[in-house]
């Protein structure tokens, strides 16, 4: 048998890390099979809002430990659970600092994909200088080639949320079109809020995003979004994954995300039975 080099040893080691779930003795995280994946993928309507009481429909490689994220009863938006994430100082997966599961369907093109869920922003999150997202529609890279920005982030920054999108012809961490079409004074904390979006991808300059805030329209953007060499459409993830290492623990909570085909199909607002 062939020997091989102790550092190609180490990245192959490491990259078969980085693309399994974290060992965890999570029953939530646990619960999250390929089976329950594959449902989600091919579904148009899926309410992944935890009240099965587990992570079963979602994608949990970005969870680099078992307390990165779980499902709780004490701070829910409606139902009996809602999720909770946590980041501490080191927690480094899929090259970047995070804590957050993935909805594994791929958006078609010229379509109206709906999205809505809530976010609770504990009193004591801290406010710095430097961005974290909450929730992100990440660019779907073909294997092999690398990935661009998020062509849309929902972030929070020096207590403030706001909104970027990304657009290019190709790819890139350096996108020739950027935007910040929505952004706060300041994001409240200790209170549940609802957002519910509506994106029309495309890969010419004619892509739509609607944004719901607590059941009020916030804004409408029209125009280039993504990143047209792609063959696949955006992917969507929540949690928390922030730009730089945090210094002490950072925690949000989310509940109730739908994806769907009408506003009515995602209201994070209401209370569905599983």
Known sequence: MARIAPLLLVMLLAACAEDRAPASTN??????????????????????????????????KRLVAAYSADVETQRVRTGRYAARFELRHGDRVSEGWRAELRDPYNALYDRDTWYGFSTYLPLDYPDHDY????????????????????????????????????????????PLDKGVPYETMRA??????????????????????EMWKDGERIFGYRGPLGYADETKGPYFKFGMYCGD???????????????????QDVDPSLTRVP
Request: charged share 20%; hydrophobic share 35%; with cysteine.
């Open 245 to 263: 290492d945090v210094r002490e623990p950072h925690v949000v909570y989310h509940d109730n995300y739908g994806r769907g085909l009408s506003y």
């Open 27 to 60: 029953p939530a995280i646990e619960a999250a099979t390929p089976e329950a994946a594959e449902v989600t993928r091919t579904s148009d309507v899926v309410h992944l809002d935890f009240e099965v009481g587990s992570f079963a429909g979602w994608s949990t």
């Open 188 to 209: 409240i904390k200790g209170v549940w809020h609802d957002f519910v979006y509506r994106v029309r991808w495309s890969r010419s300059d004619d892509a739509e995003i």
């Open 131 to 174: 961005s974290c997202v909450f929730a992100q529609w990440h660019d779907q890279a073909a294997v092999g080639e690398g990935s661009g920005k998020p062509p849309i982030a929902h972030r929070i920054m020096a207590g403030r949320f706001y909104v970027t999108t990304e657009a290019s012809p190709t790819a890139t961490t350096n």
